[in-house]
């Protein structure tokens, strides 16, 4: 037993562990520490976003909409007009490395952002009616 431990390469069953066992297990856990680093960007970005929504919808609604609404100027060109600037007015109030990576990991944005101004709309409302 003791020729066979003075006979062992010592550096290189290091070497050996170090590549075969450490270097995947290292590797493994610090892709997992940037996945969650990512999504916790990605999770204040989307909030930013919905801020911004927010924002863009009240804004649109205070200085457009609310002489119109009721009135035969309130068409579906109209409406669609307002949430393309609402729409607008929430992109510009981001960073430009915001928007692109928002973009990135939304396949299609423009339905996104739809859907966060839908989101936005139906909760002013019901705040105002609570009010």
Known sequence: MKDVLQNIEWVQVISTLWTVVMLPILTFILKQINEYAKAKKIDKY?????????DAVKDVYETVVKDIKGTELWDEDKQNEV????????????????YQILKSVNSDFDNYLDSLIGTALYDL??????E
């Open 46 to 54: 989307t909030n930013i976003l919905y801020k911004n929504v927010v």
């Open 83 to 98: 949430k393309e600037l609402a729409k607008t007015k929430a992109i510009f109030a981001l960073t430009s490395s915001m």
């Open 125 to 130: 409302k019901h705040i105002n009616n609570k």
